[in-house]
């Protein structure tokens, strides 16, 4: 199929291990005018034999695999051919492996509690545009890593910290620590702009939010 010309139909290559799964997804795609279902797989291996044989325009592959697992089939495939769709479909739709499969070079990913409806979409869209990521989740997850990596404290601005819930001063961390007051101060200034907090009660209170204190002993 040309797909960026929109001609032909969509050869779609399934990956599953479980045969209610993979036959019910068979039944999906063959129900779309611009799409046929040109083989299926059960493994790593036979996906990879499929895919040789077969030529498919779209591989919709599971994560968990008998002898590995999707993303050994998307990184083996987008190594050769960008021009491929490559949908992974999983159970297990944390964020962890939502940008495993976006690093790996999936042109999407679909939780197997979405509807067919979507794993549909998603592979149609990926033989037209299979560099483009699409993921249901994907926004909410880059939210959450940015936060995440943002608010992460070094070990020492933790000692920091726990010691401005303490009560004490610069100097009194310095002291503590072992730091000049000049070297505790700009570790504070540090965990301040992390935190976005303005002062010791703004950052205290954020932390506390966020997981980083438990309780704070006031002065």
Not at 23 to 45: C, H, I, K, N, R
Not at 63 to 78: A, F, K, S
């Amino acid at each position: 199929m040309n797909a960026e010309a929109g001609t032909g139909t969509i050869r779609v290559l399934l990956v599953d291990d479980h045969e209610l799964i993979r036959d019910g997804l068979a039944g999906v795609f063959d129900q779309q005018p611009d799409m046929e279902v040109v083989s299926q797989a059960t493994s790593v291996a036979e996906a990879m034999r499929a895919y040789a044989a077969s030529s498919p325009d779209v591989v919709v592959t599971d994560l968990q695999l008998p002898d590995g697992t999707g993303l050994d089939i998307v990184r083996t495939v987008r190594k050769s051919n960008e021009s491929v769709g490559l949908i992974v479909l999983t159970m297990h739709s944390g964020d962890d492996q939502i940008f495993a499969a976006m690093e790996a070079g999936a042109s999407g990913f679909v939780g197997k509690d979405a509807p067919s409806g979507e794993v549909v979409r998603a592979a149609r869209h990926s033989s037209v545009s299979p560099r483009s990521f699409v993921c249901a989740g994907l926004a909410h997850a880059m939210m959450r890593r940015a936060t995440s990596e943002s608010t992460r404290l070094s070990d020492r601005e933790h000692e920091v910290l726990l010691l401005l819930a303490d009560g004490l001063g610069a100097k009194e961390i310095g002291d503590k620590l072992y730091l000049s007051e000049s070297t505790a101060k700009s570790h504070i200034a540090k965990i301040y702009q992390k935190l976005g907090a303005a002062n010791r009660a703004q950052a205290l209170v954020t932390a506390m939010r966020i997981g980083l204190l438990s309780t704070v002993q006031r002065p």
